[in-house]
C-alpha cells in the first residue's frame, strides 16, 4: 500500500505558541497551573499536560483566587478577563494572534456603528471569544439558511467576519448568501479564515484527489480536523479522522492502493507516525511525503508569559 503524507500538516504556528505557553509556564510556575479550556482541541496535546498537574477548567470561577491562568489559543471574551482579573489572577493569553486579529476587526466595526455576521459555528471557543468582544453587534450565521432568517434591511451598515478554522467551500458559500441579499455588505480587510487552515485543505484538496482513502489524524472538537475530513468526503473519497492508532479500523483498507495521511493543526506529529507505522506493519508498502505548500510562520510567546519568565527563575 503507498501511504501519501500530505504537506502541511499537524502543528499550526498557533498552536505550536500555545502548546510552548503551557510548557513554559509549568516550568516557571510550577503546578496546579490552571487554563482556561482546552488549550487546543486535541485529546492527547491535552491528557499529558493533565498528567504534569495542569487543570483545565470551562468556567473561570473554578480558578483558585491568585492562580495563574492560561487562555486557550481560541481566545476568550473580555468578561472572562474582567473575571480572572477580578480574582486577583495572573493571565497568560496563548490566543492565536490570527484570532486576536478577528477580535480586533469585531472591536473596530462595532464602534463604527456596523453589525457584524459573524460566519462560524456557534458554541465553538472561538466564536463565543469574539462575539464577548461586542455583544449586542454580532450575529452568528452557520448556514446560506441563517441568511434568510436575518432580520437587517439594506440600510442597516453590515459587515462579515469568518471563524479562521472554517471550511473555504463552506463559508463562501455562506458568504455569497450574504452578498447576495445585502449587496452593500463590507468585506473584512483580509481573509480571516487562517492560512494554516487553507494551506492544509488546499493539500487535502490536490492530493486526496488521487487516492481511496483519507485518513485525517485529530480530535472530533477540532473544528479544522473536521473540516479536512469532510472536504475529502466531498470530493468523493473515503475519509476517517482518527484522534490515535487505537481508532484505526483495518477492514477500511481490504483491497486499497493508496492512503493519504493528513493532520489536522492541533494533532501531534508522533501520532501520525505511529499510524504510519502500524499501516506499514499491517499493509506492508512504502511512505511518500508530498508538499503542496511549504509554511514558515512562527508566533512569538506571548509578552505576559516573557515578563513572567524574566521575573522568575526556572525551576
Ligand atoms: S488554526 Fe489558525 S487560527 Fe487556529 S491556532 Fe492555528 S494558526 Fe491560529
Redesign the pocket.
Known amino acids: 500500500m503507498r501511504i501519501l503524507l500530505a504537506n502541511p500538516r499537524g502543528f499550526?504556528?498557533?498552536?505550536n505558541m500555545?502548546i510552548q505557553c503551557v510548557e513554559e509556564a509549568v516550568k516557571i510556575v510550577g503546578t496546579p497551573l490552571y487554563v482556561y479550556h482546552e488549550i487546543?482541541h486535541n485529546r492527547h496535546v491535552v491528557q499529558q499536560f493533565v498528567r504534569q498537574g495542569v487543570v483545565f477548567v470551562d468556567d473561570i470561577d473554578e480558578v483558585p483566587s491568585h492562580s495563574t491562568v492560561i487562555f486557550s489559543?481560541h481566545g476568550v471574551s473580555p468578561d472572562v478577563r474582567k473575571r480572572a482579573k477580578g480574582r486577583g489572577c495572573t493571565m497568560i493569553d496563548a490566543t492565536?494572534?490570527?484570532?486576536t486579529k478577528v477580535h480586533m476587526e469585531a472591536i473596530r466595526y462595532a464602534r463604527q456603528g456596523y453589525h457584524i455576521l459573524l460566519v462560524g459555528h456557534a458554541g465553538h471557543d472561538e466564536v463565543v471569544g469574539t462575539v464577548g468582544e461586542a455583544p449586542g453587534a454580532i450575529s452568528i450565521v452557520e448556514s446560506p439558511a441563517d441568511v434568510e432568517k436575518l432580520p437587517f434591511t439594506d440600510a442597516d451598515p453590515l459587515v462579515y467576519l469568518t471563524q479562521?478554522?472554517l471550511s473555504m467551500d463552506d463559508a463562501n458559500l455562506i458568504i455569497d448568501a450574504i452578498k447576495k441579499r445585502y449587496p452593500h455588505v463590507k468585506s473584512p480587510p483580509s481573509e480571516d479564515i487562517?492560512?494554516?487552515?487553507t494551506n492544509r485543505q488546499h493539500a487535502v484538496r490536490d492530493l486526496g484527489r488521487d487516492v481511496d482513502v483519507v485518513l485525517v489524524v485529530g480530535s472530533r472538537n477540532s473544528s479544522?480536523s473536521v473540516r479536512l475530513t469532510e472536504i475529502s468526503q466531498n470530493t468523493g473519497t473515503r475519509a476517517y479522522l482518527v484522534d490515535d492508532v487505537s481508532e484505526l479500523r483495518h477492514e477500511w483498507f481490504d483491497g486499497v492502493e493508496n492512503v493519504l495521511v493528513t493532520a489536522g493543526?492541533s494533532a501531534p506529529e508522533h501520532l501520525v507516525r505511529e499510524i504510519v507505522d502500524n499501516l506499514l506493519t499491517k499493509h506492508g508498502g512504502q511512505v511518500e511525503e508530498r508538499h503542496v505548500v511549504e509554511e514558515d510562520?512562527h508566533f512569538e510567546l506571548p509578552i505576559s508569559l516573557r515578563r513572567l519568565r524574566e521575573r522568575a527563575p526556572v525551576r
Open positions: 499550526c504556528a498557533g498552536v500555545a487546543v489559543a492565536c494572534p490570527l484570532v479562521t478554522t487562517c492560512y494554516a487552515t479544522n493543526a510562520m
